[in-house]
Nanobody, 117 residues
């Protein structure tokens, strides 16, 4: 069974930084794309950043220039460095991993990020 476990969330003041991590464990054959999503109260879950196995990335417009996604394929880990945080970044952040060999994706349980003004 595949499991994704996020860590690194917390409370930070506006302008501060946090680094999220997500470790994938279990019956792993090959992880393709990995991504971070977020969901604020009363809103839908939206993609924040995505990284392909080869390293190409894309970001939502709201975080471009402030967030950086990276991955360590050897450790089956994806990171999200979040700088210049704003109160509107407050949300539960979820890790997502797509496995083409399994034909499906998996989600982590989420980690809360709260940015105070």
């Amino acid at each position: 069974q595949v499991q994704l476990v996020e860590s690194g969330g917390g409370l930070v003041q506006a302008g501060g930084s946090l680094r999220l991590s997500c470790v994938v464990s279990g019956s792993i054959f090959s992880i393709n794309a990995m991504a971070w999503y977020r969901q604020a109260p009363g809103k839908q879950r939206d993609m924040v950043a995505r990284i392909a196995r080869g390293g190409s990335t894309n970001y939502s417009d709201s975080v471009k220039g402030r967030f950086t996604i990276s991955r360590d394929n050897a450790r089956n880990t994806v990171f999200l460095q979040m700088n210049s945080l704003k109160p509107e970044d407050t949300a539960v952040y979820y890790c997502n991993a797509w496995f083409s060999t399994l034909g499906r994706d998996y989600w982590g349980q989420g980690t809360q990020v709260t940015v105070s003004s």
